[in-house]
């Protein structure tokens, strides 16, 4: 069974510039969520996808969207990148036979110059 | 929208003393609480969850504990060991997870 993949592990971008990140879900799981880890803090929910559409959105700004596939992988675009927006991008797959445990990739830390 | 508080934000132990990490959520709807611990430069990783219609759930040497009027929950390890050193963040969502939020995180170190 191959867990939840995350690329590129780690970037170096410049305020104003854009990033795609992407994620492969586990084997069997239709539903992929993306979290933003800042240095210290606990996972914040940026938005789900379940069957190509998005599912539920946090408290992010529209300058974050995201796309799943039929083969349910997803990305994760940000555009005009901010200083705040260095994180690590978490990605976590879910199943709704597999009662609501979330499969997390190992994430892609991001720092914005 | 849901709000989960948890304390502390550090612990330190002795080997084999027990740890005890609390959380609080806003939202009465919320029905699924799961604990994660993230161990430097890794992932999170689910170590024991508990829903709504049970008050107590143990795996081991860790249990979790939900008191859903006074919407608390709380993560308790005993015998810790040093390979228990990490952070925990404990979650709370509706049972769809399309919306679950986490705590700050603990970070527990169990000195030997």
């Known amino acids: 069974e191959t867990g939840v993949t995350q690329s590129p592990t780690h970037l170096i971008k410049t305020r104003g510039q854009q990033v795609t990140l992407r994620c492969s879900s586990q084997?069997?799981?239709?539903?992929v969520s993306w979290y933003q880890q800042a240095l210290g803090q606990g996972p914040q929910f940026i938005f789900q996808y379940y069957r190509e559409e998005e599912n539920g959105r946090g408290n992010f700004p529209p300058r974050f969207s995201g796309l799943q596939f039929p083969n349910y992988s997803s990305e994760l675009n940000v555009n005009a990148l901010e200083l705040d927006d260095s994180a690590l991008y978490l990605c976590?797959?879910?199943?709704?036979?597999?009662?609501?445990?979330?499969?997390f990739g190992e994430g892609s830390r991001l720092t914005v110059l | 929208g849901e709000n989960v508080e948890q304390h502390p934000s550090t612990l330190s132990v002795q080997e084999g003393d027990s740890a005890v990490i609390k959380c609080t959520y806003s939202d009465s709807a919320s029905n699924y609480f799961p604990w994660y611990k993230q161990e430097l430069g890794k992932r999170p990783q689910l170590i024991i969850d508990?829903?709504?219609?049970?008050g107590e759930k143990k795996d081991q040497r860790i249990a979790v504990t939900l008191n859903k009027t006074a919407k608390h929950f709380s993560l308790h390890i005993t015998e810790t060991q040093p390979e228990d050193s990490a952070v925990y963040f404990c979650?709370?969502?509706?049972?769809?997870?399309?919306?679950?939020?986490f705590g700050a995180g603990t970070r527990l170190t169990v000195k030997p």
């Open positions: 508990i829903r709504s219609n049970v």
């Open positions: 084997s069997g799981h239709n539903t």
């Open positions: 979650a709370a969502s509706q049972w769809n997870n399309n919306d679950m939020r």
């Open positions: 976590a797959s879910s199943s709704p036979g597999q009662a609501g445990e979330l499969f």
